[in-house]
T-cell receptor, first 115, second 114 residues
Framework: AQSVAQPEDQVNVAEGNPLTVKCTYSVSGNPYLFWYVQYPNRGLQFLLKYITGDNLVKGSYGFEAEFNKSQTSFHLKKPSALVSDSALYFCAVRDGGSSASKIIFGSGTRLSIRP | KAGVTQTPRYLIKTRGQQVTLSCSPISGHRSVSWYQQTPGQGLQFLFEYFSETQRNKGNFPGRFSGRQFSNSRSEMNVSTLELGDSALYLC?????????????FGPGTRLLVL
């Protein structure tokens, strides 16, 4: 069975500081990993994904994520936070070993950037 | 390109009623997936359709059903509504079915069951 965990319900960061939102996963096959962001009263917006290749994935709005197979992690990072980055962030995983696999979302991490 | 559109955006129903939600995917996208988002259960996968065929289904009771039309538009139906069905229902589309593809989400339909 596959699963994904976001251990922090909330992350608080000062504007201009680097930010990290954590995600760990468990799948039996190759992991396909995704990050989405949700602003209030909006649907989800795609940020980035890892399918294969370079472990460092660059995405929208200056975000990047690092795939770490040994630690089964896919943490989201940004070198310098903006107040406008404040939102709810979801990590998701799909088992690449099965075309019938479902996408599983983490519980979400609320990111708050203070001016 | 226009994004994924969902109608209606807001809906209020009473227990026992049924509801139909609509999703129009991005032009050219043939795969549509549905998700339920609630504060307690988070984001949960409902179903996935591709070329009018249901490819995958989440762990929801039979009261939840869906379909996809030849123009790729999709509808989901919930019969005999329960209070716990109150949620934000999100639709997502992708160009092809499959796990490599990025899904693009609509704004959602917020359903309140009284």
């Amino acid at each position: 069975a596959q699963s994904v965990a976001q251990p922090e319900d909330q992350v608080n960061v000062a504007e201009g500081n680097p930010l990290t939102v954590k995600c760990t996963y468990s799948v039996s096959g190759n992991p396909y990993l995704f990050w989405y962001v949700q602003y209030p009263n909006r649907g989800l917006q795609f940020l980035l994904k890892y399918i294969t290749g370079d472990n460092l994935v660059k995405g929208s709005y200056g975000f990047e994520a690092e795939f770490n197979k040994s630690q089964t992690s896919f943490h989201l990072k940004k070198p310098s936070a903006l107040v406008s980055d404040s939102a709810l962030y979801f990590c998701a995983v799909r088992d690449g070993g099965s075309s019938a696999s479902k996408i599983i979302f983490g519980s979400g991490t609320r990111l708050s950037i203070r001016p | 390109k226009a994004g994924v559109t969902q109608t209606p955006r807001y809906l209020i129903k009473t227990r026992g009623q049924q509801v139909t939600l609509s999703c129009s995917p991005i032009s050219g996208h043939r795969s549509v997936s549905w998700y339920q988002q609630t504060p307690g259960q988070g984001l949960q996968f409902l179903f996935e359709y591709f070329s009018e065929t249901q490819r995958n289904k989440g762990n929801f009771p039979g009261r939840f059903s869906g379909r996809q039309f030849s123009n790729s538009r999709s509808e989901m139906n919930v019969s005999t509504l329960e209070l716990g069905d109150s949620a934000l229902y999100l639709c997502a589309s992708s160009s092809v079915a499959g796990y490599r593809e990025t899904q693009y989400f609509g704004p959602g339909t917020r359903l309140l069951v009284l």
